[in-house]
C-alpha cells in the first residue's frame, strides 16, 4: 500500500502546474485523498480531498479558487493544479489517505505520498 | 470553523524521560482527534486516531487521551526515533475536512 508523488519541480511566477499522486496496493476508488501543505518552516495545512467513486471534490476554505483538485479513477490518480504559480505557494506538497477504522468516528490519514517539493 | 491549538510550543525532553503534550479545540470535537509525529524529509505519520486508539505499527509507548476539547499525547520512556514535530488534527466524518493544530516541537535536551 504507497501513494507515490511525481518529481520536484522548480518553476517561475505566473506559470501553471499540475503534480500527482498515485495509489497502489488498495481500492483507491473507494476512500477520499487527501492534499497537505507545508510551507518552509511551517506546519501542516489541509487543502482538500477528493473521492473518485462518488466524483466528490472538498476544498479547504482557505484553498478554494487557489487550486484546482482532480482525480482519475482509471489509473488511480490524483492531481493538483495551479493555473498561475505565486512565490508563496513555494512549499512541500503532500497527498494522504483518509482511512476508516471501522469503530465509531475513526479516521486517520495513514498513508502518505513522499512529497513534492514545489519552488517558485 | 474549528481552532486548534497545541502546548508547549516546544518541548525538550531527554532520551527516556516522559513527554506529555497538550491540544485543544476551540468547540466540542469529541473523539475526532488524531496525532501525528513528522520528522524532517520524511512524510507525517499517524500515531494516534479516535483520540485514543493507536495506528498499526505504533510502539505502546505512545498513548492519546481526553475528548471533547482538551486533548493530551504522552509519550513514556522517550526513544531517539521519537524527536520531531508532532501535530494534532480535528477531522469530521462528512464533509470530510481536516483541521491541524499549529503543531509541539519535540527536541533533544
Known amino acids: 500500500v504507497q501513494l507515490v508523488q511525481s518529481g520536484a519541480e522548480v518553476k517561475e511566477p505566473g506559470e501553471s502546474l499540475k503534480i500527482s499522486c498515485k495509489g497502489f496496493?488498495?481500492?483507491?476508488?473507494?476512500?477520499?485523498t487527501a492534499w497537505v501543505r507545508q510551507m518552509p518552516g511551517k506546519g501542516l495545512e489541509w487543502m482538500g480531498v477528493?473521492?473518485?467513486?462518488?466524483?466528490?471534490?472538498?476544498?479547504s476554505p482557505s484553498f478554494e479558487g487557489q487550486i484546482t483538485l482532480s482525480v482519475d479513477k482509471s489509473i488511480s490518480t490524483a492531481y493538483l493544479q495551479w493555473r498561475s504559480l505565486k512565490a508563496s505557494d513555494t512549499g512541500i506538497y503532500y497527498c494522504?489517505?483518509?482511512?476508516?477504522f471501522g469503530s465509531g468516528s475513526s479516521y486517520g490519514l495513514d498513508v502518505w505520498g513522499q512529497g513534492t517539493t514545489i519552488t517558485v | 470553523e474549528i481552532v486548534m491549538t497545541q502546548s508547549p510550543d516546544t518541548l525538550s525532553v531527554s532520551p527516556g524521560n516522559r513527554a506529555t503534550l497538550s491540544c485543544r479545540a476551540s468547540?466540542?470535537?469529541?473523539?475526532?482527534l488524531a496525532w501525528y509525529l513528522h520528522k524532517p524529509g520524511q512524510p507525517p505519520r499517524l500515531l494516534i486516531y479516535?483520540?485514543?486508539s493507536r495506528a498499526i505499527g505504533v510502539p505502546a509507548r505512545f498513548s492519546g487521551s481526553g475528548s471533547g476539547t482538551g486533548f493530551t499525547l504522552t509519550i513514556t520512556s522517550l526513544q531517539s526515533e521519537d524527536f520531531g514535530v508532532y501535530y494534532c488534527?480535528?477531522?469530521?466524518?462528512?464533509?470530510?475536512?481536516?483541521?491541524f493544530g499549529p503543531g509541539t516541537k519535540v527536541d533533544l535536551k
Open positions: 496496493g488498495y481500492s483507491f476508488a473507494s476512500t477520499y
Open positions: 468547540q466540542d470535537i469529541g473523539s475526532k
Open positions: 479516535g483520540a485514543s
Open positions: 477528493v473521492h473518485p467513486d462518488d466524483s466528490e471534490i472538498i476544498y
Open positions: 494522504a489517505r483518509r482511512n476508516y
Open positions: 488534527q480535528q477531522y469530521n466524518d462528512w464533509p470530510p475536512f481536516f483541521t
